[in-house]
């Protein structure tokens, strides 16, 4: 018998699975079929879709964008002083590159995460870092990075400071003043790139939702009245079950920046499952459903241009082991022990019905 170049190519890669391809079931390509939807479709993904093969063709078969997870961000690049390692960074870039990928980055600027040396600095240093850094790294990227959010989460009203913004060291130093100078420095180091401003739990009608709606609204517009260099916004889109929340008032929300001229993303796609049983079936389920329940109104959303989950897959599910996260499935009841379900794929990677869910939604906006 002869192998042909093909069955050799495919005989070498198989050789590089973690675990036999033939556990998992062949993948719809979600990123075409919400391409005939016009929206961009794609994950979440960080170091492990380099050293998990499986994973990265998972990825490679089903996204058309890709958002760097944590190597981009503040502290990971910048631990432990100014001089970063952008090394991993670099070889995201590269993979995105090398596949087509369209890659966004985030988050150049978050109040949360920083690191101790750069708490320690003077406002004028905080300031000067602030430029360097988005000079810098923009600069690095340029022409390879779609799109970023320069700021990420501005509000979190629960804290206390006026007008609800998110403390942290860019806002002490610099005032709210910071967000415009992000952007301004943003689109001078590479005109081209989509600036995004990325947001959380707008989504929910809790008081943190509520509070942080109408200020991120009215931030927005001031933005654009000030003719603040602005593409679209991001709703992160982790969806809080438990809570209350109301997805048709959310889409008609989100629709009111798109009449401001500005695209929508839904970025962080997934569910937290803490509510639920734990019974696996019953909470796929679950899950699936308010997938549903999010994306129908959600597809009707004008400018929506892309929907980005928080990773693919249970396996890199970020909820994982997070303390606040075991101690919600806690008070809810349940087992921190049992593995999360909040994704698309399960730890094989195989679809569960939240995949088959978001596929509909975007077959149904068609
Ligand atoms: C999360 C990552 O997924 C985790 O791996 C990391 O430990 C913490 O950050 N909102 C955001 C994302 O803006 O950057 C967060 O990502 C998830 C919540």
Known sequence: MTLTRRGLLAASAAALLPFPAATATALSNLGQIAKSAGVLFGSAFDREVLSDAHYQRAIL???????????????????????????????????????GLALKGTALIWNDWTPPWLNALSSREIAAEMDRHIEATM?????????????????????????????????????????????RRAAAADPKATLILNEAFCEQNDDWGNAIRPRFLAFVRRLKDQGVPLNGVGFQGHLKPSLPHDYQQFAAYAAQFAELGLDVHISELDVDDSSFPDDPVQ?????????????????????????????????????????????????????????????FLDDNLNPKPAWRALEAAFVTAR
């Open 139 to 183: 600069a690095r990227y340029a022409g390879r990075i779609w799109a970023w959010d320069v700021v990420n989460e501005p509000f979190l009203p629960i804290q206390g400071r006026e007008g609800g913004f998110r403390k942290g060291p860019w806002l002490d130093a610099m005032g709210t003043a910071y967000i415009e100078r992000a952007y």
């Open 283 to 343: 909470r796929d389920r679950l899950v699936a459903a308010q997938i549903t329940k999010f994306m129908t109104p959600v597809m009707t959303v004008p400018r929506l241009k892309s929907i980005c989950v928080w990773h693919l897959s249970d396996r890199f599910s970020w909820y994982r082991n997070a303390d606040w996260f075991l101690e919600q499935i806690r008070k809810a009841g349940g087992d921190p022990a049992r593995a999360p379900r909040t994704h």
């Open 61 to 99: 078969q089903t996204c058309r964008i890709g958002a760097i997870e944590n190597s981009l961000k503040f502290d990971w690049l910048k631990p432990r002083g100014r001089d970063g390692d952008y090394s991993h960074a670099d070889a995201l870039v590269a993979f995105g590159q090398r596949h």
